[in-house]
């Protein structure tokens, strides 16, 4: 029994009154279930200089290649030893958006990521300064492809949402009291990427970091879909 016909059954009408609703809202049916596509994160390095009041200034690097297995990051102190900044600047990297504190933020001068997605080789490149980001994502046997602040999401979006087999979400984004009173929206890759990287406790929401459109509801139910 296909799916349209067990939604027929459900709702007691005709199989072709099914077709017809889903090809009225675009909705493609899944027949078999989707190959895995995996992401991997072969080394990250950044560096900068620790700015803080009343004391010297103070440069540091971070460069770590990763192999296969477990890995954790941990510290002999408890706080405010930068291992959150290390999985934020990876996050940042791979999605074109900073998620650091302000000042964690401004130390950080360059960042580079090489690692692969779908078999693919790529490797993201950027400084950071007084003019924002500025620098290029490459890929195996392509184009460099610039980005600077403006332009880093969607760049990082066009690679992983086609890499990755995923879709954008389009969504309403109603301002004012009247019905028609707002924009057509998007959730694109920085919509999916909470799942790989769950918040912190109290951060908010498990999956999503946008309460606009139901996002964490509409991601909820596209991983149990998929699961």
């Known amino acids: 029994?296909?799916?349209?016909?067990?939604?027929?059954?459900?709702?007691?009408?005709?199989?072709?009154?099914?077709?017809a609703v889903l090809l009225?809202?675009?909705?493609?049916?899944?027949?078999?279930?989707?190959?895995?596509?995996?992401?991997?994160?072969?080394?990250?390095?950044?560096?900068?200089?620790?700015?803080?009041?009343?004391?010297?200034d103070e440069p540091f690097e971070f460069e770590q290649e990763f192999g296969s297995g477990l890995w954790a990051i941990t510290s002999e102190t408890?706080?405010?030893?930068?291992?959150?900044?290390?999985?934020?600047?990876?996050?940042?990297?791979?999605?074109?958006?900073?998620?650091?504190?302000?000042?964690?933020?401004?130390?950080?001068?360059?960042?580079?990521?090489?690692?692969?997605?779908?078999?693919?080789?790529?490797?993201?490149r950027f400084t950071n300064g007084g003019d924002g980001v500025a620098g290029e994502l490459?890929?195996?046997?392509?184009?460099?492809?610039?980005?600077?602040?403006?332009?880093?999401?969607?760049?990082?979006?066009?690679?992983?949402?086609?890499?990755?087999?995923l879709e954008a979400m389009p969504f309403w984004q109603a301002r004012g009291s009247g019905e028609n009173e707002g924009d057509r929206r998007r959730f694109?890759?920085?919509s999916y990427f909470p799942a790989l990287h769950l918040q912190a406790e109290n951060s908010g929401f498990l999956l999503g970091d946008q309460p606009q459109g139901g996002q964490p509801g509409t991601l909820t139910r596209i991983l149990q879909q998929a699961s």
């Open 78 to 124: 408890s706080n405010l030893a930068g291992k959150s900044s290390v999985l934020f600047v990876l996050r940042w990297a791979l999605s074109g958006r900073s998620h650091l504190t302000d000042d964690v933020h401004d130390w950080i001068e360059a960042v580079e990521l090489d690692g692969s997605v779908a078999g693919e080789t790529f490797s993201v």
């Open 1 to 19: 029994m296909s799916f349209a016909e067990a939604v027929a059954g459900r709702a007691n009408t005709d199989v072709t009154v099914v077709d």
């Open 138 to 165: 490459t890929i195996t046997e392509g184009p460099e492809l610039p980005f600077d602040s403006a332009s880093f999401e969607e760049v990082m979006d066009g690679l992983f949402l086609d890499r990755l087999r």
């Open 188 to 190: 694109g890759w920085n």
């Open 24 to 56: 009225e809202y675009g909705i493609e049916l899944q027949p078999t279930g989707a190959a895995p596509v995996s992401l991997v994160v072969d080394r990250l390095r950044f560096t900068g200089v620790k700015h803080r009041d009343g004391r010297d």
